[in-house]
């Protein structure tokens, strides 16, 4: 697996640390990383299911006025 590393803002990786209740920092932002991650394939999944069946009603547009 590949690695990146990046700086971030100390106190910003406290906070994390304190709020996920993860002891090292590393561990507490991949945690909140991967959890971003799977909120956005769950929301990814919920609309396309919503967006897949709208595609499938058949709608016949509409005749210009006039």
């Not at 697996?1 to 906070?15: N, R």
């Not at 590393?26 to 919503?50: F, K, P, S």
């Amino acid at each position: 697996m590949a690695k990146v590393s990046i700086g971030l803002d100390a106190e910003l990786v406290v906070e994390v640390m304190v709020l996920a209740g993860i002891g090292s920092p590393q561990d507490a932002i991949e945690a909140v990383v991967r959890d971003y991650v799977a909120r956005g394939h769950r929301t990814e999944a919920r609309t396309g299911l919503r967006d897949q069946g709208l595609r499938e009603v058949d709608v016949k547009p509409r005749e210009p006025e006039g």
